[in-house]
């Protein structure tokens, strides 16, 4: 018993720790990252700017750090946002099963996986701006249509199971079997993916920032990578800072939430 | 099966519909592509040449035509964007070809060195789950400063760079099948009646099938996405630096042209893929 405790404790404090390094990784702003200092243009990193400076004297780990912190708040919002509407669109898809019509809208949420989603996502951040907003709806759209097969897989595996036959048998209503039966064994397979698809959107928000989707001089960590590009061979701080930031930050919240769902 | 085409075909209209809404329905696309300072007289001739002023259903027909006819030209070279399209595929094999010559060798590396012994799969998947997280941008420039440094070909770099994450979702798929077939109940009774070594490998590339159908939809994700990012850090010009420099300008012909016949290539694909199930898995035959 005691044993058990202490093993379950060490495995929580493991996945703490992950948690812990990403949060780290989000708060490494030692200095404004907007402050221009013309004196201390493209310093190596020294005690005062830890990851060097950029062209304009800009501490380089402030502005990856912020621009990591930009990325996390963006995808969150977006994965939640594909999240609840992909909870609406099956919600409406089992309506339109029990009246039979579910082709009517199944049909049109397969031709939205037919057009790629990195083209739709970058079309969108092009028309919409690169606003906060703009980029959240346009990573919204790059994880709803796999989202919401995913969910409907997931909803429609619950329903196949027994014991929702037998609620179904005995005449329990039709919100009362998908709330409190299909709702607590979907759920948590639900959130397991959309956690990990969060990681996923992180990376793209990097991506869509790397090919131009920012609005300067607000620090993006895609924007800082690209910029970067060039020096790499005479300013390496430059590129290593903002790549290995990034790089380490999904390693750890990838490792972290893989290892919070597969506790669940 | 005439479900399935039947099904098929309306995807094929709502993908293009959903493109056309997209791009031509809900922003108004003529303020965003001339930009802040425009005049009145420069959003209303952009408006014209992007038959902005038309009814929309005239609009969809319209431009449905000209890309189906290869009339459709692009916004800002006005050459016909079919034509265009062909000529940077060209470009863009040679890169795609290298990616997936580098996705079949990695990943059968990636599976021989999991097959071989279990301490090394460990490293092997610890190593694995790390670099699949890494974005594509990162291991496309580091590869880009190897080529310039050491004189490699870029078209190699920009290959290996695309196959780094599908070789590794293949590597992992096929180990994860092999290790589920290796404990199912007919391997098992399979083995127990003695079958021999080819029977058994046959038996192995029937459990195979979905791992090639899921590294074909990955590919087709990949290369669009990281086709396009790729070459813009390269600097090749394909097919995926001009559907990038498309998308930034907002050339909507072009990204209206190109997201048409990428739903019809998906679509293709999938049918491609149940083909290749039917072929390799007969268990799947009665599905359709």
């Known amino acids: 018993m005691h044993i058990d405790i202490r093993i379950n404790m060490a495995a929580y404090l493991r996945t703490l720790a992950w948690f812990m390094v990403g949060v780290i990784l989000c708060f490494l702003v030692l200095n404004d990252p907007m402050k221009i200092n013309p004196n201390m243009v493209l310093r190596p990193p020294s005690l005062t700017f830890p990851g060097g400076t950029d062209r304009l004297g800009r501490d380089v780990l402030a502005r990856a750090s912020a621009g990591f912190r930009a990325s996390l708040a963006v995808a969150g919002t977006a994965e939640v946002i594909s999240l609840g509407a992909s909870l609406v669109a099956n919600l409406l898809l089992l309506l339109m099963a029990k009246v039979r019509l579910k082709a009517l809208f199944s049909v049109p949420l397969l031709a939205l996986r037919t057009v790629p989603p990195f083209l739709t996502g970058l079309a969108l951040a092009a028309l919409l701006g690169a606003t906060k907003w703009g980029l959240i709806f346009a990573l919204a759209m790059i994880s709803f249509p796999f989202e919401v097969a995913v969910v409907e897989e997931e909803i429609n595996a619950s329903i196949r199971m027994p014991h929702i036959e037998g609620a179904k048998a005995i005449g329990l209503p039709y919100y009362m079997i998908l709330l409190r039966h299909v709702g607590t064994i979907a759920a948590p397979r639900i959130m397991r993916y959309a956690l990990l698809d969060f990681v996923g959107l992180v990376a793209f928000e990097a991506l869509l920032g790397f090919v131009g989707m920012t609005r300067p001089p607000a620090p993006s960590i895609g924007a800082e990578i690209y910029n970067a590009g060039p020096y790499i061979a005479t300013y390496p701080w430059l590129f290593l800072v903002p790549a290995l930031l990034l790089a380490v930050g999904l390693i750890v919240f990838n490792a972290g939430l893989t290892r919070l769902v597969n506790r669940r | ?288």
């Open chain 2, 1 to 288: 099966m005439f479900t399935y085409a039947v099904k098929s075909v309306f995807v094929i209209i709502f993908g293009v519909m959903f493109s056309f809404m997209l791009f031509y329905v809900l922003p108004d696309p003529a303020y965003r592509v001339a930009g802040g300072f425009a005049d009145k007289a420069t959003v209303l001739s952009i408006r014209k040449k992007l038959h902005l002023n038309e009814p929309i259903t005239k609009r969809f027909v319209t431009l449905t035509t000209d890309t189906v006819m290869g009339r459709l030209e692009s916004f800002y070279t006005n050459q016909p964007v079919m034509i265009l399209a062909m000529v940077k595929l060209k470009v863009s094999f040679t890169v795609i070809g290298f990616g997936l010559i580098f996705i079949f060798v990695l990943g059968g590396l990636l599976v021989a060195g999991q097959v071989i012994s279990r301490r090394l799969k460990k490293w092997v998947e610890m190593l694995s789950n790390t670099v699949a997280v890494v974005p594509v941008f990162i291991s496309a420039i580091l590869l880009l400063f190897a080529s310039t440094k050491w004189g490699l070909s870029k078209n190699a770099c920009a290959g290996l760079a695309l196959a780094i994450f599908p070789s590794i979702l293949l590597s992992s798929n096929v180990v994860l099948r092999i290790e589920e077939a290796k404990q199912a109940p007919h391997t098992l009774v399979a083995r127990a009646f003695g079958l021999g070594k080819i029977v058994m490998f046959r038996r192995m590339i029937h459990e195979l099938a979905p791992s090639f159908v899921i590294l074909s939809n990955a590919l087709i994700f990949f290369l669009i996405a990281g086709l396009a990012v790729v070459e813009e850090i390269f600097g090749i010009p394909g097919i995926g630096h001009w559907f990038l420099l498309s998308a930034l300008r907002l050339d909507l012909p072009v990204l209206f042209a190109v997201s048409v016949l990428l739903s019809l290539g998906v679509v293709a694909l999938d049918i491609f893929n149940k083909i290749i199930v039917w072929l390799l898995d007969p268990r799947q035959r009665n599905a359709y």
